[in-house]
């Protein structure tokens, strides 16, 4: 085919709640990962370095997550910069679950949620229960890989490979093995489950799946289902 296009002190599963937490210019949500910092304001995500996210944020009122076990301390000297990362719990995670997938899995109730970014995770939850998953490097992690082996093998990655039929190029062949390999796996755990993507390549894989949605702002929702 071608792509086309736990229960709270109040009683209540974190996944029916609604909050009255707003976010907006000058009170975001930010989720810090292994290289970037991506910065919710209500209305859209930007994706910045720590760099330029200190420099233009210092000043504001920001609650973020973090996947680092250990921040940067300029990070964490910032008194207008809230660490929630303890509140983001779901129901049947275990010890060393990120805090990101966490928040991702708070965002509904039931689904099967992708993360495609540095590297590429998948997470099942059935009534707001953690059901499991699994860990995928991610795209370019995989096309690295395929360049370590050999010069010959160093290309860039196909994003409209058809998989109705194998390929005949080197280059084909490698975006063929990246994409039908991680589109099988995930089939085989779907079944009748919603499919949510998020991350930097999740608008690019989700179109490999009919009926699926690919939204940036989940883990944010998810967020909010705990301030």
Request: glycine residues 8%.
């Amino acid at each position: 085919m071608r792509p086309n296009e736990m229960t709270s002190a109040l009683g209540v599963h974190p996944n029916e709640m609604t909050s009255d937490f707003e976010v907006n210019k000058n009170t975001l949500l930010a989720d810090i990962g292994n290289t970037h910092f991506h910065v919710y304001n209500g209305k859209e995500v930007e994706h910045l370095s720590y760099e330029d996210a200190i420099k233009k944020y210092a000043t504001s009122k920001i609650f973020y997550i973090s996947v680092k076990s250990q921040l940067d301390t300029r990070v964490e000297e910032i008194e207008s910069w809230v660490n929630v990362s303890s509140l983001v719990k779901v129901e049947g995670e275990y010890d060393t679950l990120g805090t990101d997938r966490k928040a991702l899995c708070l965002s509904r109730k039931n689904g099967l949620f992708v993360d495609a970014g540095s590297a590429i995770t998948v997470d099942v939850v059935e009534q707001g229960v953690y059901k499991g998953g699994y860990i995928y490097p991610g795209l370019q992690a995989m096309l690295k890989s395929y360049a370590d082996i050999s010069p010959a093998l160093d290309v860039e990655l196909n994003k409209n490979i058809c998989l109705d039929s194998l390929a005949l190029t080197t280059k084909e062949q490698i975006s063929y093995g990246i994409i039908a390999s991680i589109k099988a796996l995930i089939d085989k755990h779907r079944q009748s489950k919603n499919l949510y993507f998020t991350g930097g390549d999740g608008a690019l894989l989700s179109k490999y799946f009919e009926g699926s949605v690919y939204d940036e702002t989940l883990v944010f929702q998810g967020m909010l289902k705990v301030l």
